[in-house]
């Protein structure tokens, strides 16, 4: 800690801030080398009904398979990609790969991916999309786009017409880690969407304090309100679950359920949620 050391304060931060902004150019530059590398890979967490505990669909997340550092998160990598622009490259081999992927799971298994605002300024991406359903045969509705409230900071324009296109297709589109962004129920008004996201704190939070539980109780009537899927992210005790589902959650996404798996697991996971099913 800087302020322990008097005198040296200043200059130790100094130093501590030159090694992250390396650090930080270091993955811009390593990102552009590893896309053609092809070092990206997705996991696959399920989301589940509340009621029924089987698979809904599964959401698609980005690894990154480092040849030095290992397997990088993308908490990491996400901010720099979009900062260097290679979200778009980055973000179209996502749609593709998923939607890839997905074509060969059993209907009807959805896939989910997460998209930022960047991707939508282009504004040829809606198109690609599409184009990914066309050449994969995954059907439009078994796609759902996950975008998080920070999209509003892009053209509001751009992004009301890109997610009805998108909508109009078939596809659809939820809103990610709700609650914890500005303006929420502004931009339930204003922009169609088919699926809440409730933000993960959430799920813990509602346990401690009665506050926060009374929140989740009034963000799931909102959801009914407007006719969406309402989903609670980051369950991970019978508890939690148990809590959702008095309170009307249609579907729940969590540790408790299972945590991403490799999509050579995906089946596997589908098969056996068949068998819970059935027996
Ligand atoms: P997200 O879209 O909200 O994804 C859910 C994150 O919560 C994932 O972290 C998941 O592993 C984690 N999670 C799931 N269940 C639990 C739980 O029960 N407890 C806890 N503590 N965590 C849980 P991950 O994979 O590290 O992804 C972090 C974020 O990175 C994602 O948040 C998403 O915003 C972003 N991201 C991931 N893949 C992509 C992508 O392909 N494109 C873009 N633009 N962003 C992505
Ligand atoms: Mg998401
Ligand atoms: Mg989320
Ligand atoms: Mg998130």
Known sequence: EAKAMPGSGFRFFDAALAADVQARSAIENDLARAIRAEEFFLEYQPIVGVESRTVRAFEALLRWRHPEKGRIMPDV?????????LILPLGNWVVREACREAAAWPAPAGVAINVVGDQFKDRAFVGYVKQCLMETGLAPGRLTIEVTESVFSVDETVIRESLSELRSHGVRVALDDFGIGFSSINNLRAFPIDQLKIDRSF?????ESKRDADLVDIILKLGRTFQVTTTVEGIESEGQLDFIRQRGASEAQGYLISGPVAASDVMRFLSQSDDRLSA
Request: aromatic share 8%; net charge neutral; proline share 7%.
């Open 77 to 85: 990598f996400i901010p720099a990609a979009e900062k260097t622009g």
């Open 203 to 207: 799920a813990q939070a509602m346990m």
